[in-house]
Nanobody, 127 residues
């Protein structure tokens, strides 16, 4: 059974930092595309960042996180990370980890293309 478990979400003040983790079990992330999505209340789920199977080509798919967020992966730990710096209130959302069976990531990322999802971790940023 494949499981993706996110952690690291919290309530922080604007300007703060968080590091989200996504630990996979029952499946190896090695050589597969991984992604972070987020969904704010009343809004559609949007792709935040993707990273291909070898850790190359990290790509950020919304304008706001560019320069503030960093996606990375540790295949040996079967874990993907999202480092979020200089957080803003508009970053408030549920953050989801997603996995796609395939080395390359599609741009822009589509929800339908990902095979596995985590349950989400809440990030709340207050001003």
């Amino acid at each position: 059974q494949v499981q993706l478990v996110e952690s690291g979400g919290d309530s922080v003040q604007a300007g703060g930092s968080l590091r989200l983790s996504c630990a996979a079990s029952g499946w190896t992330i090695t050589s597969n595309c991984m992604a972070w999505f987020r969904q704010a209340p009343g809004k559609e789920r949007e792709g935040v960042a993707t990273i291909r199977g070898d850790g190359g080509s990290p790509t950020y798919h919304t304008d706001s996180p560019k320069g503030r967020f960093t996606i990375s992966r540790d295949n040996a730990k079967n874990t993907v990370y999202l480092q979020m710096n200089r957080l803003k209130p508009e970053d408030t959302a549920m953050y989801f980890c997603a996995a796609r069976e395939g080395f390359f990531c599609v741009t822009p990322p589509s929800i339908d293309e990902f095979n596995y999802w985590g349950q989400g971790t809440q990030v709340t940023v207050s001003s």
